[in-house]
């Protein structure tokens, strides 16, 4: 009940073109849904986050969409960028906000 | 703000040998939370520290252990390394109130030999 379920794996999307990325939930519990986004050798990055009293939220090309009734949300990249190329995390936290659930990652590739 | 960050980047072991890990938060969090990153299971929390106290944890066995200091700073051990050890420690603070936003270091590469 605690997993988090990401999709695709990888994911090659030409510049300029639109990214999604999936994910689906099962614990009820969780309120607030972040994404990161990873670089090799790096940390992972908070890019977006979301909570399910709103449906969608923007923030430049990043957009997460929530469906709660479905508990899944999704991570769209508009007009992708090579620079974009990193492996993205949705993950997912309750209340006490402490401990993130990740999603297995998905790399993206943008070719130029 | 300076970020989160961990000491050392890279470290190797051998089986049987312990280690400890550091991570000095954003300043002003009293939060630090660390994760196990590995390709096979990818992210997992460990445990998380607020205010020198274990507020969570994740299922990994007892050899795994952590501190946290008066100055927030933590600390994170794994006595009897094994194999299956080898992996990027990841540590995260955030201020620890109402705020829920975990903002990760670059992480301790360990390998284990």
């Known amino acids: 009940q605690q997993q988090v379920k990401q999709s695709p794996q990888s994911l090659i999307v030409q510049k300029g073109g639109i990214s999604i990325i999936n994910c689906a939930y099962e614990?009820?519990?969780?309120?607030?849904f972040p994404w990161y986004q990873q670089f090799p050798g790096k940390g992972p990055a908070l890019l977006i986050a979301?909570?399910?009293?709103?449906s969608e939220k923007k923030e430049g090309r990043f957009t997460i969409s929530f469906n709660k009734s479905a508990k899944q949300f999704s991570l769209h990249i508009m007009d992708s960028q090579p620079g974009d190329s990193a492996t993205y995390f949705c993950?997912?936290?309750?209340?006490?906000?402490?401990?993130?659930?990740f999603g297995e990652g998905t790399q993206l590739t943008v070719n130029p | 703000k300076a970020g989160v960050t961990q000491t050392p980047r890279y470290l190797i072991k051998t089986r049987g040998q312990q280690v400890t890990l550091s991570c000095s938060p954003i300043?002003?969090?009293?939060?630090v939370s660390w994760y196990q990153q590995t390709p096979g299971q990818g992210l997992q929390f460990l445990f998380e520290?607020?205010?020198?106290?274990?507020?969570n944890k994740g299922n990994f066995p007892g050899r795994f252990s952590g501190r946290q200091f008066s100055n927030s700073r933590s600390e994170m051990n794994v006595s009897t390394l094994e194999l299956g050890d080898s992996a990027l420690y990841l540590c995260?603070?955030?201020?620890?109130?109402?705020?829920?936003?975990?903002?990760f270091g670059p992480g301790t590469r360990l390998t284990v030999l």
């Open positions: 995260a603070s955030r201020e620890g109130g109402s705020t829920d936003t975990q903002y």
């Open positions: 614990n009820t519990a969780f309120d607030y």
């Open positions: 979301i909570r399910p009293d709103v």
């Open positions: 993950a997912a936290t309750g209340t006490s906000g402490s401990r993130l659930t």
């Open positions: 300043s002003g969090h009293r939060s």
């Open positions: 520290y607020f205010s020198e106290t274990q507020r």
